[in-house]
């Protein structure tokens, strides 16, 4: 029985890391994505292509 809630602890745990990175992953993303459109909109070229390529490497 303690091998059981030892698994069922450790899926748990492993559960709520993968809800955290998603979360991490998804405020991240969301940051550049504003970023980027106020680069865009400032006409910064040098930020714009910094920003897009950081974005590629998130998604990567």
């Known amino acids: 029985?303690?091998?059981m809630k030892v698994t069922y602890e450790v899926m748990l745990?492993?559960?709520?890391?993968m809800v955290l990175?998603?979360?991490?992953?998804k405020y991240r993303s969301d940051k550049l994505y504003l970023a980027i459109d106020?680069?865009?909109?400032?006409?910064d070229k040098d930020t714009?292509?910094?920003l897009t390529e950081?974005?590629?490497?998130?998604?990567?």
Do not use: I, Q
């Open 21 to 25: 990175d998603e979360a991490v992953f």
């Open 1 to 3: 029985m303690d091998k």
């Open 48 to 50: 714009f292509r910094r």
């Open 38 to 43: 106020n680069a865009l909109a400032a006409g």
């Open 13 to 17: 745990g492993l559960a709520a890391e």
């Open 54 to 60: 950081e974005l590629k490497t998130l998604h990567a």
